[in-house]
């Protein structure tokens, strides 16, 4: 982008029409931030921040909605209730069975984590979610990966784990020199990289999505014609941010759900 139009666009003089004037397209600069502060040599910008408050959010609300808990909940306690029930009863408990129920705390924490990173982007001066940046669903994916290889082994030994992962049951075994690497190289490494740019590439695009209309909406607002432009991109960039609010919510439940599917296997004999 030159700097003539740099200026163009900084002083809001930039609109379809004028002469030398592009669309600003946005690209991969949308998703790269200088760091606000060092800390230790730790340099924070501004997605870990958010990931750090997301994070203080959830804490600090299931702190004050269970510390003290009664038998008739306050209205915290009993959004903290329905919030707990949702993951517990819809996804953990239907996925894995009553054997999960030890590890509800996690994925209670681990959907309202996601789902709150997603929500950052509809905030007003956040307006970035937070999983657009893969270092975050990577994180994620990592620890379901970990405690997913960890509980196969623990249940069934190193042998009996290999088994698990790789050897599917009631298959004939003429076929089994074919269906176990593929089995094996599923499960050990396609697995967490599935699950973590699932996460990523839906935010990723989203926002990007979101971005593009929003700056064509002020681009195209010029008089005649580009006055409709301008209006309709403005309709878009609502309507997608509208439907990114089922997004953000249908991804932190198809992570905790598939997070939940890979304990299920690990603690079953056979899959």
Not at 195 to 217: D, E, P, Y
């Amino acid at each position: 982008m030159s700097a003539e139009l740099t200026s163009s666009l900084a002083s809001g003089s930039c609109h379809f029409g004028d002469a030398g004037c592009g669309f600003p397209a946005p690209g991969l600069n949308e998703f790269q931030f200088k760091p606000i502060f060092s800390i230790g040599g730790i340099d924070f910008n501004k997605p870990m921040l958010l990931s750090i408050v997301v994070a203080l959010l959830v804490v600090v609300f299931f702190w004050a909605a269970f510390a003290k808990p009664r038998l008739v909940p306050g209205k915290l306690q009993l959004v903290g209730e329905i919030g707990y029930d949702f993951v517990k009863r819809s996804i953990v408990l239907e996925t894995i069975g009553k054997k999960g129920e030890k590890y509800v705390p996690m994925l209670v924490s681990m959907f309202f984590f996601i789902w709150l990173m997603n929500i950052m982007s509809i905030i007003p001066f956040a307006q970035y979610p937070v999983t657009a940046t893969i270092a975050f669903p990577a994180g994620l994916a990592a620890v379901v990966w970990i405690t997913y290889m960890t509980l196969t082994f623990k249940k069934h030994g190193f042998v009996g784990g290999f088994k698990n992962l790789c050897w599917p049951s009631g298959i004939p075994g003429w076929v089994m020199f074919i269906l176990v690497p593929i089995e094996f190289f599923s499960n050990i490494f396609v697995r967490p990289f599935t699950l973590a740019v699932r996460a990523f590439a839906n935010m990723f695009a989203g926002h990007l999505l979101i971005v593009m209309f929003s700056i064509a909406s002020w681009y195209l607002l010029s008089p005649t014609l580009g006055a409709l432009y301008g209006s309709a991109s403005f309709v878009v960039a609502v309507a997608l941010t509208a439907f990114e609010l089922l997004v953000q919510f249908l991804q932190a439940y198809i992570f905790v759900m598939l997070a939940s599917s890979y304990i299920a296997g690990a603690l079953e004999e056979a899959h």
